[in-house]
């Protein structure tokens, strides 16, 4: 597996004191990955080029963030003069974890700050300036023309991404989060629109879906789905924000559930993109769990032992099935689902 890192992450500061996207984050992942012997042949990237990012941000909005300076841009997003910087190098970053992945058909890691996934064309939100897996997807699909599938797995809704490829067919987005919850965005309706219909997925659990929803999800959901669709390679925007430790939402996924999740992506991207996937990470805010679910995904990949510290299963009654059975409706006319087994007379 391919780790992409760089120093500058840590200088990236939100607003006040206490803020959750915090340096400690890298910091913690950094500390428990050297403790099993994984923090080596880290691959640094460059800075993201205008062109690259223009492929899905606005010219305005990048006017806009370089000029602005300092200070708040939202209630929860700040910008200081070195924001714009350090993301593009985050983007730098999920292009070059994507580019190796795809070129030397292995995984691939990115250990990201600042995360992308609520960026819009247009704006700034969410603790995220540029839509890192957007940008890296965007190049990668301009240069290859084969068709990628970003899936999606942080607590919130990847908003931005979803606005990006919102009329894409050869860009598949899917996304599981917490419903509703912020940004308010990404009912089961949302299935994309005018070419991109039905490749927007959104699978809304409901609080407390855990480890057996999200099973059920990829069972009922996201494999069929994929199987059908066929990417050439599989982008992940992983935030360990699901994770039942987290302070920011209410889903209920063990680090156990996250590594099951890992094995079934890695399958199938060895089954469909002949071993192609990057993780890009996105929001995670419990520093362990964090530490936890990225030491235990580079494990899996380098097919090393690994006994997670949250290994105990949630959710075994799934708690989202009527979530899921929501999208399995929405997405009937656009792929070939099973309809929901009936109970017995
Ligand atoms: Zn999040």
Redesign the pocket.
Known sequence: MHLVYHPRYLDHLQGGAGHPERPERLAAIEARLRAAGFWRDLLEPGPVDDADVLRVHRPAYLRRLAAFGEGDWDADTYVRPETPAIARLAAGGALLAVDTAWRDAVPALALLRPPGHHATPDTAMGFCYLNNAAIAAACLFARERRPLAIVDL???HGNGTQDIFITSRDILFISTHQYPHYPGTGPATETGAGDGAGHTVNLALPAGSGDGTFHLAFDRVIEPILRQFRPAMLLVSL?T?AHARDP?GDLTLSSAGYLHLGRRLNALAAELCGGRIAYLL??GYDLEALADVITGLVALARGEPFQPDFSIPTDPHCVGRRAIEATVQYQAPFWQLDPAPQPPE
């Open positions: 942080d607590v919130h935030g924000d920011l996105e929001g």
